[in-house]
């Protein structure tokens, strides 16, 4: 039994090969297909109770949209994903209840009856994993809070806010007949480069607890707000869809410009000239290969990045007159 919604397969055959749904290969149709190219688990831990014999599954419950991009075109970039899938609105469409939310949840799983015994919603699929130990289950979750829950039920027993989302498990160690709990919190992974569910991600942070001890909080100090990016857009019909497709070739992959998470809306700034007039020395010159950011001098030009400029001040713009600013 699947501990997920699965709509793509009903079963497996007698060779093991998954018995496909009529629209599990989306040649003709646009298919919200379950679970997502996520699966129903990722990598954060799950963890196993022997007192209780269950399994507690960090999980993931949403769908993505398949489709056959009638406009895809191959690209020998090896750095350009070459994804032949994509949304056709002249094709029809197939929906079920999971197209329009993504939705995590922590699972307790009986892996004798393969049947859920509880489960608890999160908001959001991307999540901590999982530390059992006698009747509790403790999980961090993105709106960066870390709890502890009843094993056998499921029952919210302790909470506290650690004000960053939260995808490391938990660990616990005795020193000195004391037991400890310590877990890493720092924001991140595939999700969360585009996303985030606290006000802000403080730097990367061990908090550690015990019964008895209550030393003070780190206290991060309060970042600015961001605000949507006001400069005047100067570049040609022609030249902002040129930097549309650069940036969705070269920058989409970890740059999105719906709110951002670890790796910033380039649409949002606190510093916007500083950012966005040295682009051509961050993306052709490198000035960010310590942080992590490739140089492309080998695949983008000068009249490339500025391309790529104009079109995310459009998208500002586009997001501001939206928002009646």
């Known amino acids: 039994m699947p501990y997920v919604t699965i709509n793509w397969a009903t079963g497996v055959d007698e060779t093991g090969r998954p018995i496909e749904t009529s629209f599990a290969r989306y040649t003709t149709t646009n298919s ?19 007192k209780t014999s269950l399994v507690y599954i960090p999980a993931r419950r949403e769908a993505m949209m398949y489709g056959q991009n009638k406009n895809w075109k191959f690209s020998e970039d090896v750095r350009t994903a070459n994804l032949g899938i994509g949304y056709d609105p002249d094709m029809p469409e197939y929906k079920d209840s999971l197209a329009d939310k993504k939705l995590g949840a922590l699972i307790a799983w009986d892996p004798i009856t393969q049947k859920q015994v509880w489960s608890v ?36 027993v302790w909470e506290i806010s650690l004000a960053t989302g939260i995808v490391a498990s938990p660990a616990t160690y005795m020193v000195d007949d004391v037991q400890y709990i310590s877990i890493a919190v720092g924001w991140g ?86 950012t966005l007039n040295s682009m ?26 500025a391309d ?18």
């Open 121 to 156: 919603e999160h908001a959001t699929p991307w999540n901590a994993g999982v530390l059992t130990i006698d009747d509790l289950v403790f999980q961090g979750n993105a709106e960066g809070n870390f709890v502890a829950y009843d094993a056998k039920t499921g029952e919210n």
């Open 189 to 274: 992974g595939v999700y969360g480069l585009g996303n985030q569910n606290t006000k802000q991600i403080n730097p990367g942070t061990i908090y550690t607890f015990a019964l008895g001890k209550n030393e003070a909080m780190p206290v991060y100090p309060i970042k600015p707000d961001k605000v949507l990016i006001n400069l005047p857009v100067a570049g040609t019909d022609k030249e902002i869809a040129n930097g549309n497709a650069r940036f969705d070739q070269y920058c989409s992959n970890c740059h999105k410009l719906n709110g951002g998470g670890s790796i910033p809306d380039l649409t949002f700034s606190t510093q916007e000239t500083l």
């Open 32 to 50: 919200y297909i379950s679970p997502t190219v996520g699966g129903g688990h990722n990598w954060q831990p799950m963890a196993f109770n022997p």
């Open 308 to 325: 790529i400029k104009q079109y995310i001040l459009s998208v500002a713009r586009k997001k501001r007159r939206e928002m009646g600013m």
């Open 280 to 305: 051509n020395n961050i993306v052709r010159g490198g000035a960010y290969l310590p942080k992590g950011m490739p140089k492309f001098d080998d695949r983008l030009s000068e009249q490339d990045v």
